[in-house]
């Protein structure tokens, strides 16, 4: 059974960038779904960032498109969030997750698949 | 990209029935049959509870619809129980491989 796994620091430096790993176990990230970056501030709701196709392309939140990456390492079977020139509003727990695969086939809009999330503070 | 705009909070009792709206706009949960809802536990990652407005991932009780009228989606939960006490939240393919978050909405069982 697929489980993915976020790590990364946990404390980030203003205008610095922010790097988080996804490590997915169970699955091979190159055979297929999307695969996703989700952030939630503290006691705020939901924010998309971006997703990553198993094929290499991706798709980003316009509103972080600009400061938003997100690569694949299928050597490990990871894949990867860097957010560059962060702030305080950065500040979230920052989960990974899969696309679900229906009979519509793979599905970017929704997950069914997370990891427990990662905590991040921007601060310095 | 604006959040889709659902009440902060709802309540019922046990056994009641109780919905959650889910508003946006013809560019993501008007134009699209493409809405899902999450149920978040405290501490917890979300949980998608439905799907392609009203389908049921195998697992999700059938106390768990969904519809849509035009810009607006809607959660219903029927025979309310102790364990739906949750934050719910609505999502919508939102095009060009894009999708958006609604703001939440807390449910009390009371």
């Known amino acids: 059974q697929v489980q993915l796994q976020e790590s990364g620091p946990g404390l980030v430096k203003p205008s610095e960038t922010l790097s988080l790993t996804c490590t997915v176990s169970?699955?091979?990230?190159?055979?297929?779904?999307?695969w996703g970056w989700i952030r939630q501030p503290p006691g705020k709701g939901l924010e998309w960032i971006g997703s990553?196709?198993?094929?290499?392309?991706?798709y980003y939140n316009p509103s972080l498109k600009s400061r938003v990456t997100i690569s694949v390492d299928t050597s490990k079977n990871q894949f990867s969030l860097n957010l560059s020139s962060v702030t305080a509003t950065d500040t979230a727990v920052y989960y990974c997750a899969r696309g679900a695969n229906d009979s519509r086939g793979y599905r970017l809009y929704y997950m069914d698949v997370w990891g427990k999330g990662t905590t991040v503070t921007v601060s310095s | 990209q604006s959040a889709l705009t659902q009440p902060r909070s709802v309540s019922g009792s046990p056994g009641q029935s109780v919905t959650i709206s889910c508003t946006g706009t013809s560019s993501d949960v008007g134009g699209y049959q493409y809405v899902c809802w999450y149920q978040q536990h405290p501490g917890k990652a979300p949980k998608v509870m439905i799907y392609?407005?009203?389908e049921r991932p195998s697992g999700v009780p059938d106390r768990f619809s969904g519809s849509k009228s035009g810009n607006t989606a809607s959660l219903t939960i029927s025979g309310l129980q102790a364990e739906d006490e949750a934050d719910y939240y609505c999502?919508?393919?939102?095009?060009?491989?894009?999708?958006?978050f609604g703001g939440g909405t807390k449910l009390t069982v009371l």
């Open positions: 169970g699955y091979s990230i190159s055979s297929g779904f999307y």
């Open positions: 990553l196709h198993h094929s290499g392309n991706t």
């Open positions: 392609d407005v009203s």
């Open positions: 999502c919508s393919y939102a095009g060009s491989y894009t999708l958006i």
